[in-house]
Structures are given as structure tokens and as C-alpha cells.
């Protein structure tokens, strides 16, 4: 795997996000963002993008999510993937997938423009929106980032159809989600381990005590099996459409898993903190927060074990799980 | 970044073939064996199936073909492992010498030492048993008291070594015990290869919470070894035991311990229903996919010649969990009445399994010791 191209929009990520932590939309942030071309990066050079892949084009998402950076820049990648995949140009200023229905929507009240999916019988239509401000019905979710509803109906003549099965959709959206629980993960780990070993009680730190050092070492392996998970998804994201069905699974399994992982590490993460951490001056309930809020949003951990449970009662190959399993394993580009 | 990485292995077109042979070869192989002893997974004993492997050239695959190996990386050698296990093979015969004692021998051995013994342990025909507990020595291995003295002809040997798995029918022991007195507590120490056939070695019987006989105390006294018996260096056990453990700890046996009951679930539940609970089956074929590629991710790092002691006992903990975890998740998911009698014999065997999970090959307790090491809280 060359990762030159990753490594380097990582450490551009990394210089773009640091310091930058907030919950509200940052307008200025966002022109920075797009300055660096992070919104287009799943597009091809053709299409007005850079032809990335999914491991690099959601990477800054990632590093977003661990400086606790409130923007839809996920949201707006995969909006311009689907205008992409129907032929449609792709979008300047902030955007996101919006299904028909009610369904909160994030920073829905700051975007441009909502790419709004529709299930009809000719497949998935697609239809591009500019609401209004008083087109939302506010909300927001734990971590104070607007959840905005939309109450326009849809469009009667959508702008383009996709050949691509709902789930596809809802799969890449909860896998934007695994991607962002895996760098807050990290990040919180980060904050863990330095507080840890500042922090003394009974003369000296915390983290010399052992039963704190194995909360930590449990705090880890959640936070290693949500990276894996997350990046297991991303990657199979990049044959989404040709071979759906180990993308679908691989984010079912990864937003099921980064859901837990999320469960554990904010619990161990605000138990080794003490009161400092449940305090508004401490940034860990920022990082903590998200982590409730994107646990559940687009499918929480039921929603996609379902998901996963009725693959596995459907299996006919004598009833096998396993020849399945290995079918989602990644393969070498040929 | 305080976590270790897993960078993801993607899967070659020789490695899907080498995975469809082998599952081909065991369904075959393994047709007549019912469910109940495939649960009892790498502790199936069965020579003959072992030797069968050898012949496939499935055994010493990462061995160098000069010693009867066949030069396959350790990405290979996972996925061979992982078929043979979900399939629940009885692996048990050649498992310890394969997985942890021919890598030792190779790295620590003469080379007369891996002329003798690297060629058969490949075959399939040459088994070991692991030579570190005592009776009061468990986490705390540094206080073996089995002495190796020198002596003219070579060594003489004596203490008693227990839960050595498959002592009764292993050709070899690699022995972990002191060969002289130290002020540091890990000097003093040396790893010597034992023929089991010697005199003086008396192997009785430990029966484990099911009435199964795998485990065995084996006594030395004064067990007469050549020179030669020597693993490496003296002094040095400490450090190769330690080497010795990371092989121990890094496959897959780690997280499919349970597997054969996953397969049974599912098929007693296709003739009933899930009822409310497919939460906790989704929950659990999602671990177990994220857990996969945490192993083959570890094997890969191995391939590129790290030593991801840190990513295998991350793995290992995580994996234990998930073993112990299946039979309690399968009792909530099926009901009574949807299980048949295979299904329950299955069930008995992994229950009364699944507390050795998280004992063998390091305890969670020091497994969560190393993760806490290796993050730099120790």
C-alpha cells in the first residue's frame, strides 16, 4: 500500500483541525476545508476530485472527529459521491444526505445544499436541494451539534436516479459514523493515558495503580477493535457498488462494534477522570458526548445487529457461517 | 498516538486458493466427525490427521524448506489455522510443536537441533508438550524451582512440571528451569529439550472440570540429558520463554475456541425462531469480524518481521472475552426447545471449556499487565 497520499492528508488534516474544537458550525473552518479539497476527494479527476481512496478521502474525517471539530465534512463527501455515481456535478458549501422522512439531519440548518434520497420503483432518486433557514425544525444531539429536521416534501421530479440499493447508502452513512467514533477513541485514550500520568493520589500517579492501569489497558483494546472496525468498513467501501453486499456487512459489523467500543471508553475514560472530567472546563465530556450521540445515529447497535443476525438465520450453504465471514475479507486489487 | 496499530491485511488470489484447498481437504477429511468433538477444538487429539496435515504440507509452513518447512509467511499459516479451527479439526496432536516449539528451535536451536527435529515436527509425526507451570508457579513464572545441574556428561534434571497438555503422548519437552543461582530475578534460567522417552520421567494424569484427560503432572528424577539437550543459551530462558509466550499468543486460536457452537446455533436456529434476541447474535458475528481481521493484522505485522507483542495480547484479551462470551449469548438466543441433543453435548463441552479461555497462555491479569506496559503505564 503506498501511503504517501494518506500520510499527507492526515498531517494536512492534522494542522487544519488542531486547536479548532467546538460544537457549533465554523464557517471560516469550513473555507479551509474546502481550500485543501477534503469534500471532493471521493470524486475522480474527471468529475472535478482527486480520485482518492476511501482510506485517504475519509481520513481527515477522522482527525476531525479526535480534535472534536464540528463541520459535516463526511457528510458532504458522500453527498458528492452520490451526485457523482448519478452524473450530477458535484456541490461547493456544506451538504449531506437527506432520506425522505424525517430524519435528523446534521448541521442541517448551516448547509448549502441536502442531496435528498428517495426509494421509488424505477430505484433510488436522487433530488438536489437548497432549504431555507426556516425549512428546519431545530434540534440538537448531546454534544450540542445541530440535528436538524427537514420539513419540505420531496421533490415531485427528482434530478437523477442511482442504481444502488438503499442499504448501501445507510451502510456508508453509519460507516461515516464508525469512522468518527474511531478517532474520537483515540483521542480519548490520548487524554486518558496524559491525565493518568499527571494526576497522583496515595503519593503518586494514577496510572502506577494497577487497578487503574488495567481499566486502561481494557479502555485500549476497545479503542484498537473500533479502529479496526471502522477501517475494515472504509475499506470495502471502495467496491461499495460492485460488491455491496461485504461493504454492507463490513459497516453493520463496524458501527455495531465502534458503538460498543464507544459504551466502554466513555465510561472508563470519565471513571479514571473523576469529577474533573464530568466538569464543562475539561474537554473530555466534548469528546464523550459525541460518542453517545454517534453511537446511535444512523442505526445504533441493535439497529445493524439485526441487520447482521438476519444475514446469518438467511444463510442456506448448510447452513455455514463461516465460508460467508471469509467472503468479506479484503482482497488485493487485481 | 497512544494505541498500537493494526494496519489491515488484504487477502492474495494464492491465499483465497490456499484457503478453498484446505476447507476442501477438511470437509472431506472430517465428514464422519460429528459436531461434539469438533467442539473440542485444538485439544481433538487424532496422529493419524496430524500426520495427514504434514503430508498437505499444512505443518512448518513459515519453516525454511531446508528443514523440511515450506517457506510460507505467516498470513499463510493464519489462514490455514483459522480453517482447521472453525472447521474444528483435532488438532491437538502437533499444535503445541507447530505452533510455539518448532519457531523456538528455529530461532534458538543448533543445527543439529533442527536437522533432528524441525523435519518431523513439519511431517506432522513429532509432538511437544510445554514445559513452564509448576504446581506453584502459574502468572508468577519466575519462580520455577525445576533445576537443570551440569554436570560432566551434560545435565541432570529435577522437578515437577503440571497442565502440560498432551504430556502423555509428546516425543519432546522444551523444560523452563533454572540451571544456576542469580541476583536478578529473571537470570539464572535456561530452556532444555527433553526426550520424553528418557528414564527417570513419570507422567500421571490430570483430569480437567469435565473428567477429560488432557493435562498431565510430569516429574523429573534425575533425568539424565546429554549436553546437547541445551535450547539456546544458557542463562537465557527468560528472554526465549518470553519469545516462546508471543508465539503462543498470537493466532487464532485466541478467538475461535468456541466457534463450533456459533455454527450450531445457527443451524438449530434455522428450524426456530430468533425470537427478540438477533441483538446479541448480530452483536456477536460483529466482534468476531472485527476480531478476524485484529488477528490477521498481527500476523501481518509478523510477515514484516515486528514482534507486535502489544497488538497479540490486545487480541488475546479481547478474544478470550468473546470465547467466554458465546455460550452465554447462546443461551440467551436459543430456546429451550429449538435445542437438539448434538446442539447440548456441544453446549456442555464449551461451557465447562471456557473458563481455561482466559488462563492459558498468560492469565487476563497479565495480559492486562502487558497492554498496560506497553502503553507506558509501567
Redesign the interface.
Known amino acids: 500500500?503506498d501511503d504517501s497520499t494518506y500520510s499527507m492528508v492526515i498531517e494536512s488534516a492534522e494542522k487544519l483541525f488542531s486547536d479548532r474544537s467546538g460544537k457549533n458550525f465554523d464557517p471560516a473552518l469550513w473555507a479551509a476545508v474546502e481550500e485543501a479539497g477534503f469534500p471532493l476527494a471521493l470524486l475522480s479527476e474527471d468529475q472535478g476530485g482527486y480520485g482518492m481512496s476511501a482510506r485517504e478521502a475519509f481520513a481527515p474525517v477522522r482527525v476531525a472527529a479526535a480534535h472534536g471539530v464540528a463541520l459535516p465534512l463526511g457528510e458532504t463527501l458522500l453527498a458528492n459521491w452520490v451526485l457523482g455515481e448519478a452524473g450530477l456535478d458535484p456541490i461547493e458549501g456544506p451538504a449531506a444526505l437527506v432520506w425522505d422522512g424525517k430524519a435528523a439531519v446534521p448541521f442541517g440548518r448551516f448547509l448549502k445544499t441536502v442531496v435528498q434520497l428517495c426509494e421509488t420503483d424505477a430505484g433510488l432518486a436522487v433530488s438536489v436541494l437548497h432549504p431555507r433557514a426556516e425549512d428546519w425544525q431545530p434540534a440538537l444531539n448531546y454534544a450540542g451539534e445541530a440535528r436538524d429536521t427537514l420539513t419540505v416534501d420531496a421533490q415531485a421530479k427528482p434530478d437523477a436516479h442511482i442504481a444502488c440499493a438503499p442499504v448501501v447508502l445507510r451502510a456508508a452513512m453509519a460507516m461515516l459514523r464508525a469512522v468518527q467514533i474511531a478517532g474520537t477513541t483515540?483521542a480519548v485514550?490520548?487524554m486518558c493515558?496524559s491525565y493518568?500520568?499527571e494526576r497522583e493520589q496515595f503519593g503518586r500517579p494514577l496510572?502506577?495503580h494497577?487497578a487503574v492501569?488495567?481499566q486502561?489497558?481494557?479502555l485500549?483494546?476497545h479503542?484498537?477493535?473500533a479502529?479496526?472496525?471502522a477501517?475494515?468498513a472504509v475499506?470495502a467501501f471502495d467496491a461499495a457498488l460492485d460488491q455491496s453486499e461485504p461493504f454492507v456487512?463490513?459497516a453493520?459489523?463496524?458501527k455495531?462494534?465502534t458503538a460498543?467500543a464507544a459504551t466502554a471508553v466513555s465510561s472508563i475514560s470519565h471513571q479514571v477522570h473523576g469529577a474533573i472530567g464530568f466538569s464543562e472546563e475539561y474537554p473530555l465530556h466534548r469528546l464523550t458526548c459525541r460518542l453517545w450521540s454517534w453511537r446511535d445515529e444512523d442505526g445504533s447497535?441493535?439497529h445493524?445487529?439485526?441487520?447482521?443476525?438476519?444475514w446469518?438465520?438467511s444463510?442456506h450453504d448448510g447452513?455455514?457461517?463461516?465460508?460467508a465471514?471469509?467472503a468479506?475479507?479484503?482482497?488485493?486489487?487485481? | 498516538m497512544t494505541l498500537p496499530t493494526f494496519p489491515l491485511e488484504t487477502t492474495t488470489p494464492a491465499q483465497m486458493a490456499l484457503r478453498e484447498e484446505v476447507r476442501a481437504f477438511l470437509a472431506d477429511a472430517l465428514v464422519d466427525l460429528p459436531a461434539r468433538e469438533r467442539a473440542r477444538s485444538w485439544v481433538g487429539f487424532d496422529a493419524d490427521f496430524s500426520a495427514a496435515l504434514g503430508q498437505r504440507g499444512w505443518l512448518g509452513m513459515t519453516l525454511p524448506t531446508a528443514y523440511g518447512g515450506h517457506g510460507r509467511n505467516a498470513v499463510d499459516r493464519h489462514i490455514v489455522v483459522e480453517e482447521l479451527l472453525a472447521a474444528g479439526a483435532p488438532v491437538a496432536a502437533h499444535w503445541i510443536a507447530d505452533r510455539q516449539s518448532a519457531p523456538l528451535i528455529l530461532r534458538h536451536g543448533t543445527e543439529e537441533q533442527r536437522q533432528t527435529i524441525l523435519p518431523r515436527i513439519a511431517a506432522g509425526t513429532c509432538f511437544f508438550g510445554i514445559g513452564m507451570s509448576e504446581a506453584t508457579s502459574g502468572s508468577d513464572l519466575a519462580s520455577v524451582r525445576t533445576k537443570a545441574e551440569k554436570t560432566d556428561d551434560g545435565y541432570v534434571l529435577n522437578g515437577t512440571k503440571l497442565w502440560t497438555t498432551y504430556g502423555h503422548k509428546a516425543h519432546y519437552m522444551i523444560v523452563f528451569c533454572r540451571t544456576s543461582k542469580s541476583d536478578n530475578r529473571h537470570g539464572g534460567f535456561s530452556q532444555v529439550l527433553v526426550d520424553m522417552s528418557l528414564p527417570g520421567i513419570i507422567v500421571s494424569p490430570v483430569l480437567d472440570i469435565a473428567g477429560e484427560h488432557h493435562f498431565n503432572e510430569v516429574t523429573f528424577d534425575n533425568v539424565a540429558l546429554p549436553p546437547d539437550a541445551l535450547l539456546g543459551k544458557e542463562g537465557d530462558g527468560w528472554a526465549q520463554v518470553i519469545s516462546e509466550l508471543a508465539f503462543e499468543r498470537s493466532g487464532p486460536d485466541r478467538f475461535l475456541s468456541s466457534y463450533v457452537l456459533i455454527e450450531e446455533l445457527l443451524r438449530c436456529l434455522k428450524r426456530a425462531s430468533a425470537g427478540s434476541e438477533t441483538t446479541d447474535l448480530g452483536r456477536m458475528i460483529a466482534r468476531l469480524m472485527v476480531l478476524r481481521q485484529m488477528s490477521l493484522s498481527v500476523a501481518g505485522r509478523l510477515v514484516r518481521g515486528e514482534q507486535p507483542v502489544l497488538a497479540a495480547a490486545i487480541v488475546k484479551d479481547l478474544g478470550a472475552l468473546f470465547e467466554q462470551d458465546v455460550p452465554e449469548i447462546a443461551r440467551r438466543v436459543l430456546s429451550d426447545d429449538a435445542a437438539d441433543p448434538e446442539y447440548a453435548a456441544v453446549f456442555q463441552r464449551i461451557l465447562l471449556a471456557a473458563p481455561s479461555y482466559s488462563l492459558r497462555g498468560g492469565t487476563r491479569e497479565i495480559l492486562r499487565g502487558i497492554i498496560a506496559r506497553g502503553l507506558g503505564l509501567r
Do not use: F, I, Y
Open positions: 500500500m483515540d485514550a490520548d493515558m493518568c500520568n496510572s502506577k494497577q492501569q488495567h486502561l489497558a481494557v485500549a483494546t479503542g484498537c477493535a479502529t479496526v472496525a477501517d475494515m475499506a456487512l463490513s453493520a459489523a463496524a455495531v462494534r460498543e447497535e441493535a445493524w445487529a439485526k441487520h447482521l443476525a438476519d446469518a438465520g444463510l447452513g455455514h457461517l463461516w465460508p465471514l471469509t468479506c475479507d479484503l482482497r488485493e486489487a487485481t
